[in-house]
């Protein structure tokens, strides 16, 4: 234990008291031993100070090792950048400060060198990335053979923000340095075994209580030898040994042991502590202390009277004295005007205010005053106040201070004597702080007036408050500024920006330049005028001098020589450009209109001789003269007419393929009608003639072979109104969803047999194919036609080639083959290898009736049929041929990724037993009479009319049966058999319509005469047909 002894000459002295029994003789004495712990006391308190006043300065105090990385750092430090001390020690220099990188570093240690410390300013940079700044002083210092850096950091612009973060450092290096609860083991004092161990020495060694119970003390200690010393004596108290954890780890401790009798046996008990923080502490605090020692920054402790309590070596080398010598002085010794009740005071205002900082005088030995700045504070230690000082000599900086104050008065005159207008303004408010007599004279205000102004109140607009250059112009557009009177006038501003009495500022320095801006105005606007003109119009201008170099030309230009701007061109020639292949060409032009003088316009050349890239420019050339009307060079204009000619060449050709379509519908009109009022005739052809084939006998029997004839002519006759009808796209299709390649697989047999055995046949077919929605029977036709086709242009033989593909169609394609739409198509194409067609051929080969082959030999309806089927189906169809290159039909379908549908399947009617009442409507006589016969020869009573308005009659005489209504679709009157069928259903609910027509169904419903469902029978048609029908539409009612 610690206590006080009096000396002989009465002064009280602290000792270090041990007290331990001996027995001599018999006798038991006490045994102390008293040590003077005067000096230790001294060095803790110097160090405990020193410790405190480092970790509580207001300034920010580093130590790195030599690769920068940080040792040590104060608490002010870690608050400031926002890292623990463990934190801090992971850091390099360069991560705290933003001036400064980690190449840096070697230059900066090297300076540090010499015994001088070394003073910047820079700027800190904290953990969240803010930046603030400060004022460093460091020194390269030696300590137990090894180097360190120690830095000083002041933040300069928030020295109260140190102090607070110094206060709270105090309460956290409180909780710091609490101590944990001691481990304690009894040890056999014979064989060194552990015989009990609380729980703080089971967290301290790692060991479960049952592991170091039976264990040695030996095998937690790391020093055997030692530790068997510790059982040698009574009491004992071991301020280092070195213990081993059970991981292995090796950490000092501090023991004191106790010896007693237990269960019979001597024993001792060990209070074991672990010291491992505070050696870390005790060497961090050594370390401080010797920075504190060696610091270029001065600092000081005094006592509440004034008294020195300690001063560090930059004090001490200041002032003159030793430590000792200012141990005996009074802060009024060494600061003018630092008298006790002075001093008092000041005392007062630091308790008061936390801190205080302040600039003053500390005089010398020799008397000589030093200009300082001082950061005082109070730190109250064992119930005693002490002052903490922190001196930074600031006499190079009073000195700067006058320099800039004759400085600035220097720029004073330089300012006032100024010819342009000058204005300084905050950068921050835009506050005018001063202006010459140039800015009173040229805005009409007086100098307070301005004064009291911003620099923005003197701008024209918000736009013009800072002066930006024109990088066309490569000088500083004019702003405008109003004067006091109102009125507004350019000016040329140029800003230069500098710190000003603790603030960033600007200088304006400013010039009317009106008179300037006027002319450059007028001429800058007839520039871009003429610039704006040439980079306007649609055409390359260019301008070359007599040696042929370009001196100018337009963007038009620029841009097809790969040019950045158009000024990359002046002094090049045609051979350095992308058209250097052309430039003799053009070389022999120019020298021609410069030579002769002559111009020469609008002459036209094709550039590339490439079909697919063929380039058609019209030039125009010149000659180029100056003001005195000399030639100086040649002007050339060229103009792409490309476009032009191709979209006058697409546009014959729509006016062609107009024509043509025009001609087809035409055609198709008049081919519909006929077969439509040819449809009527035949069905009255082929109706009688089933009628008298009905009969049972024929005399002559010759007779029923003249009318089989006479049927088969027709049904011939109705398969060429069927080709009529499919030309103009009234042919009735029965569209089903499937694959090309099926169809071209079935038919191959049938277009081998039918080329015969001179020509080849080739299928390409697909493996992807898609869908598409067709007629099967209508395209079997149209292969069949295509191949006799090829078959009559290859008399001596050759192939023909069959090929299915998936392709998709574009815009372009669209454009040339206007009755098709972009998307997925399926293409057929059918090649043959004859003598081909010439374009008038060509012009003509789809159209009805038109054949190149020799009377007798063909209708002439075989290509149109094929290409009225195509189109009825939504397709287009292209034909590629030359004169003995042979021909190409390309047939393109819109693809259908929908499967198909099963057909449903139909059931054959016979006529009825019963007498029903049929009600048949239509205008034509003849075949009035014939549906009449092949009805009431089945069995039918039947009610003929001509008119829908005597059919209406009967229908509303309710007293006339009438089981069934047949009607022609298109009938003069007002009432058509849509019309009739309509009011029939309304007139007598239920009542079967059956509609009649020579048009086709899909014409008659697109025409919207009847509903799509409606049940409908084509003319022409035979009498069971029509039989058949009927009776199937009044077995379903």
């Not at 111009?599 to 550039?607: F, I, P, R």
Request: proline content about 4%; hydrophobic content about 35%; some cysteine.
């Amino acid at each position: 234990f610690e206590t006080t002894h009096l000396t002989k000459s009465g002064v009280a002295i602290p000792v270090e008291v041990s007290i331990s029994f001996v027995d001599f003789g018999g006798v038991e004495y006490q045994c102390s031993f008293c040590r003077d712990i005067t000096e230790r006391r001294r060095i803790q308190e110097s160090i405990r100070l020193t410790h405190y006043s480092v970790d509580n300065a207001s300034d920010l105090i580093h130590w790195l090792d030599p690769t920068g990385k940080v040792v040590f750092a104060n608490t002010a430090a870690c608050e400031k950048n926002g890292y623990s001390l463990e934190e801090f020690q992971k850091l390099h220099i360069w991560a705290l400060d933003s001036n400064v990188t980690a190449d840096d570093w070697p230059g900066i240690w090297e300076r540090l060198r010499g015994k001088e410390p070394h003073t910047i300013e820079t700027m800190g940079r904290s953990r969240d990335g803010t930046t603030y700044p400060v004022e460093v002083s460091s020194q390269r210092i030696e300590f137990e053979g090894k180097e360190y850096a120690v830095s000083f950091s002041r933040d300069i612009t928030e020295r109260r923000q140190a102090e607070q973060t110094l206060r709270e450092s105090e309460e956290r290096y409180r909780r710091l340095f609490e101590v944990e609860s001691d481990a304690h083991l009894l040890v056999d004092d014979e064989d060194y075994t552990v015989l009990e161990a609380n729980k703080a020495a089971v967290a301290l060694y790692g060991y479960s209580r049952d592991e170091l119970l039976g264990m040695s003390l030996l095998d937690l200690s790391n020093e055997p030898e030692a530790s068997r010393s510790a059982t040698k004596h009574p009491s004992l108290e071991i301020p280092l040994r070195w213990h081993r954890k059970k991981d292995g780890f090796v950490f000092p401790v501090e023991a004191r042991s106790h010896q007693f009798e237990w269960k019979g046996r001597p024993v001792h008990v060990i209070a074991i502590r672990d010291i491992t923080e505070r050696k870390r502490t005790e060497e961090s605090l050594l370390l401080i202390q010797h920075a504190v020692e060696q610091a270029n920054e001065m600092m000081y402790w005094l006592r509440p009277d004034g008294s020195f309590v300690f001063g560090n070596k930059s004090l001490c080398s200041l002032l003159g004295y030793t430590l000792e010598e200012l141990q005996q002085l009074h802060v009024w010794d060494v600061v003018p005007g630092g008298e006790p009740e002075p001093f008092s005071r000041r005392w007062q205002r630091i308790q008061q205010m936390g801190s205080l900082l302040e600039e003053d005088t500390l005089v010398d030995r020799s008397g000589r005053g030093h200009a300082v700045e001082i950061s005082s504070n109070i730190y109250e230690h064992e119930g005693k106040q002490y002052g903490v000082s922190f001196v930074r000599d600031i006499e190079e900086r009073k000195l700067a201070e006058q320099s800039l104050r004759d400085s600035e008065e220097r720029y004073r005159q330089l300012f006032e004597l100024e010819s342009d207008a000058l204005v300084l303004a905050s950068d921050d408010s835009r506050q005018i702080l001063e202006v010459n007599a140039a800015a009173v004279s040229l805005y009409g205000y007086s100098r307070a007036e301005l004064l009291s102004m911003k620099d923005t109140d003197l701008s024209a607009g918000p736009q013009n408050v800072q002066a930006t250059g024109d990088p066309t112009d490569g000088g500083v557009p004019p702003i405008y500024h109003r004067k006091k009177d109102g009125s507004v006038f350019p000016v040329e501003e140029r800003v230069g920006h500098f710190e000003w009495k603790g603030g960033t500022v600007h200088v304006a320095a400013i010039r009317d330049i009106t008179q300037r801006v006027r002319s450059e105005t007028e001429l800058k606007e007839s520039r871009q005028m003429l610039r704006q003109v040439l980079d306007t119009v649609p055409l390359r201008i260019s301008w070359r001098d007599r040696d042929l170099r370009y001196m100018g030309c337009n963007i038009a230009v620029a841009l097809d020589a790969r040019l950045p701007d158009t000024t990359a061109i002046v002094g090049l020639t045609d051979y350095d450009l992308p058209w250097a292949a052309l430039a003799d060409r053009s070389r022999e032009e120019d020298l021609e209109v410069i030579t002769s003088g002559a111009a020469k316009l609008a002459y036209s050349e094709t550039v590339n001789e490439s079909p697919d890239e063929m380039t058609v420019i019209r030039t125009s050339k010149v000659p180029l003269r100056d003001t005195s009307d000399q030639i100086i060079g040649v002007l050339s204009v060229h103009e792409d007419i490309t476009d032009r000619v191709k979209t006058l060449e697409t546009l014959r050709d729509r006016e062609d393929q107009l024509r043509q379509a025009q001609k087809m519908e035409a055609v198709g009109r008049l081919a519909g009608g006929i077969a439509h009022d040819f449809n009527n005739v035949l069905t009255t052809i082929i109706g009688y003639s089933d009628l008298l084939l009905s009969a049972e006998e024929y005399e002559p029997e010759s007779l029923r072979e003249d009318l089989t004839e006479i049927k088969t002519a027709a049904e011939r006759a109705g398969n060429l109104t069927r080709q009529i009808l499919a030309f103009s796209r009234r042919q009735a299709l029965q569209p089903q969803v499937l694959s090309l390649n099926t169809i071209v697989s079935q038919t191959e047999r049938l277009l081998t047999r039918t080329l015969g055995a001179d020509i080849e046949l080739k299928t390409d077919l697909s493996s992807d194919l898609g869908l598409v929605e067709v007629d099967e029977y209508q395209f079997v036709q149209i292969l069949l036609n295509l191949a006799v086709n090829a078959r009559d242009a290859m008399p001596n033989g050759g192939t023909l080639a069959v090929k299915t593909e998936n392709v998709d169609l574009d815009e372009d394609f669209c454009q040339t083959y206007t009755d098709c739409h972009p998307g997925k198509h399926i293409l057929l194409s059918v090649s043959d290898t004859g003598i081909g067609m010439d374009a008038d051929t060509l012009a003509h080969v789809f159209e009805p009736f038109y054949t190149t082959k020799a009377p007798g030999q063909g209708t002439g309806l075989g290509l149109s049929t094929v290409y009225g089927v195509v189109a009825q189906s939504g397709g287009t169809i292209t034909i590629q041929s030359k004169p003995g290159r042979g021909s190409t039909f390309r047939i393109y379908l819109p693809r259908f990724d929908h499967p198909a549908m099963e057909p449903e399947g139909q059931t054959i009617h016979t006529p009825t037993a019963d007498r029903p009442t049929v009600l048949v409507v239509d205008d034509d006589a003849t075949f009035r009479a014939l549906t009449t016969r092949i009805l009431e020869k089945r069995g039918y009573r039947v009610l003929p009319v001509d008119d829908g308005d005597r059919a209406v009659e009967l229908l509303k005489n309710q007293d006339t049966a009438i089981h069934l209504l047949l009607s022609d679709v298109v009938l003069p009157g007002s009432l058509q058999g849509g019309q009739i069928g309509q009011m029939a259903k309304s007139l007598r609910p239920g009542l079967p319509v059956l509609y009649m027509s020579s048009y086709t169904r899909e014409t008659i419903v697109q025409a919207g005469r009847i509903e799509g469902s409606a049940p409908f029978l084509e003319k022409p048609f035979t009498a069971e047909s029509l039989a058949n029908l009927v009776k199937e539409l009044l077995d379903s009612r």
